[in-house]
């Protein structure tokens, strides 16, 4: 299993991120949260878009079932819930009120939503905490520490990356879309993710697979042994970069093409 406390510390130090790495993981049954120490079971109306605000920022391990009093929107966006032609229905005359211009704006927002699949409970820790295996880690950062970490993964090896956005719900673009394709997934946090999880303005999400963080780590690594690292240095929009940009590409002082 690998050392997920050290891959954690290992981000923090590489990225001097504000907050904590954050695991997630679905759970066949209920019982397995008795088999996590310290799991919080909140008894007050909740969004999931508080939750990773708690483990991030608070450290706290969330445990949710469909019997918690967390919103119905919620459930079924990650898993709690069968998400049915009629719920979705129904969300969607609702959106339409709000976030969309018309309910058949608002249903293909809905269609188009990725969701877990059904689960009986969710878990959600702060990774270096190393309460359970993660079957998602999603790190909150300011766009150029986002970007070190997606550089990092090209350097080890390139892939164009594709990130979505549906508006309102944009936890799917994220933890969701990761989940579902084991692939990288981008998001810019929605209204929710900010008005109630806290998610500061120069704040996005990024959402792994545990089996890519390694890969992030070793690619920030070599990438600093360049000088390509964060915090990024300045060179200016007012100077000739050539002698600068000449110590990390070697043809840029005479190339004229």
């Known amino acids: 299993m690998p050392a997920w406390e050290k891959i954690a510390q290992e981000f923090k130090s590489l990225l001097k991120l504000k907050t904590e790495p954050v695991a997630f993981r679905c759970l066949d ?23 990773p605000f708690l483990a991030r920022v608070l450290g706290q391990t969330i445990g949710i079932t469909k019997k918690d009093p967390i919103g119905i929107r919620c ?6 819930r069968e998400a049915t032609d009629k719920s979705m229905q129904a969300e969607a005359e ?26 009986e409970t969710i878990v959600t820790a702060p990774l270096v905490k190393d309460k359970f295996e993660p079957e998602v880690v999603s790190i909150y950062g300011n766009p150029a520490q ?19 956005f549906i508006g309102e719900g944009a936890c799917a673009d994220s933890l969701v879309q990761c989940y579902v394709t084991g692939k990288p997934a981008l998001a810019i946090p929605c209204f ?32 600093a042994k360049i000088g390509f690292n964060y915090p990024v240095t300045y060179i200016g929009g007012l100077t000739d970069p050539t002698s600068v940009l000449s110590q990390f590409y070697p043809s840029a002082k005479n190339n004229n093409n």
């Open 94 to 119: 609702m959106l339409s009120q709000t976030w969309f211009a018309s309910p058949a704006d608002a249903m293909r927002q809905q269609r188009e939503t990725p969701r877990l699949p059904v689960c």
């Open 146 to 164: 986002i970007m070190m970490i997606l550089c990092g993964m090209q350097k080890e090896k390139y892939e164009r990356f594709q990130f979505f």
């Open 75 to 80: 459930t079924r966006l990650h898993g709690l």
């Open 29 to 51: 049954k209920a019982e397995e949260l008795d088999k996590i120490k310290n799991v919080v079971r909140l008894n007050r109306g909740f969004t999931y878009c508080q939750v």
């Open 192 to 223: 929710g993710e900010r008005s109630m999880g806290q998610v500061t303005d120069d704040e996005i999400i990024v959402s792994l697979p545990p089996s890519e963080l390694e890969r992030a780590i070793s690619g920030m690594k070599k990438l």
